[in-house]
Structure formats: C-alpha cells, structure tokens
C-alpha cells in the first residue's frame, strides 16, 4: 500500500499551493488522515489532521493559512497552503492511521524564499 503525495515546488513568500495525497480506495477514510512536515534540521511535526467524521485541526502554526479537504470519490486527501512564509518550507507527509497501523507517503518539497 502506498499513499502518492504531489504539489510540492517552489513559491514566493505569501503564495500559494496544494498538496494531494492519493491513496489506496481500502484504507482512504479508514481513521485519521492527516499532513506532517519536517523542517531542515527539525523533527517532523503535525500540520493538519482530519478524522473519518471529516472533523479538522490544524497545527498552531497553520491555523487560518491552511485548509485540508478530502475527496472521496478520487480517494484524496488535499493541504490548500495560502499566504506561505519562509518557515514552512519543509518536506511535506500525508499519513493515514487507523487502528491496525500508519500509512505514510513519500514526502514532497515545499520552499519558500524570495
């Protein structure tokens, strides 16, 4: 099973980008789905999670900038990313967790830099 992030790329300070995770149709919606990133020389930390009641959350440092979103048609899960900083830039993770394991997609580069 492999979840298949995209949208990763380069952006100037206050643009924007989505990042879609595609993900097998047996486990898409399964329990919690959600985004991660690890910074340069940091641990990886939550950006945004979503539930399987579609409830969200954000990390502190997101709140209002970013919007995550499911499409369960297209088995999708989407991180809209507005009014990008510098400090976001990170490897970005889309993960599922249920309660038999975590799933975790190959990361995808977010820079932000003028």
């Known amino acids: 099973v492999q979840l298949q992030a995209s949208g990763g790329g380069s952006v100037q300070p206050g643009g924007s980008l989505r990042l879609s995770c595609a993900a097998p149709g047996s486990i898409f919606g399964s329990g919690v789905m959600g985004w991660y990133r690890q910074p340069p020389g940091k641990p990886r930390e939550l950006v945004a999670l979503?539930?399987?009641?579609?409830?969200?959350d954000y990390g502190d440092p997101v709140k209002g900038r970013f919007t995550i979103s499911e499409d369960n048609v297209r088995n999708t899960l989407y991180l809209q990313m507005n009014s990008l900083k510098p400090e976001d830039t990170a490897v970005y993770y889309c993960s599922i967790r249920n309660a038999f394991r975590t799933w975790w997609g190959r990361g995808t580069q977010v820079t932000v830099s003028s």
């Open positions: 979503i539930t399987s009641d579609g409830i969200p």
